[in-house]
């Protein structure tokens, strides 16, 4: 589907600025936080859902590892993707208008819906903020806090999902408490969609009440593309969500319990 015959929502994604700034982010990537991506070749030829467990605090490294390595692999017009993320993001002055050219959406149903319907893929971030900003001793843990709506999203549009696991976006920060209670005291879970106000230590800001926007420490992180799920086909007509939601992220955390064996492992012998 041509851009101009894209709905309007989707107009931002910009293959020409994503062609352009590939090369150096992905150079960038691999010295940095010495990305790697194993598993496209799990990626069936057809619109999926992309589901990941999300670490890195505000700034989500693995979002954009991801995002670059999709992209390098299936070629910028190829396979269109498309991240949904919080209003904060794709709202936020000079960033967000560069991540809406990367194929940064807000994370609405509508927005997937109109994805698929395109013929693009979505990656969606089910943790949301509680898991990005979890605290570090459990960086190595999928916790989606009972959110199922990936499940009835991939159910509804007859989508398969695609797991993605991932380690080390966690350690460009520390993360010292989950800061649910915070967010609660400051009624922040309503009035801005914010479930969780951590204690971190970042740089620049050093050790902060707050989840100011930081400068990711160099980590390495590895990803990986698990097997497609069929919702439908495994769950039926009628899926019994929290069934569903158990088998997914089982899958996952065996996943990510295997990839973050990687850099366990190194570090004891």
Known sequence: MTRQRLPKELRHRDPEFIRAVLPPLWLASTVWFRAEVHGFENVPDEPVLFVGNHSGGGATPDTFVFLLAY???????????????????????????????????????????????????????????????????????????????????AHKCNVKIVPVVATGGHDTLIVLNDGRRTAQLLRLDKLARVKSMPMTLSIPWGLSPLPLPHFPLPAKIRMQVLDPIDVRARFGDEPHWDQALAYVTSIMQVGLSKLASKTIVPMIR
């Open 71 to 153: 992209n390098t692999y299936f070629t910028v017009e190829g396979r269109p993707l498309y991240a949904l993320a919080h209003d904060t993001v794709t709202a936020a002055p000079v960033i967000g208008g560069l991540t809406r050219k990367l194929g940064v959406v807000p994370a609405a149903n509508s927005f997937a819906e109109r994805i698929f319907d395109s013929g693009g893929s979505a990656l969606v971030y089910p943790g949301g903020d509680v898991e990005a900003l979890r605290p570090w001793r459990d960086r190595n843990k999928i916790i989606f806090s009972g959110r199922k709506g990936f499940l009835r999203l």
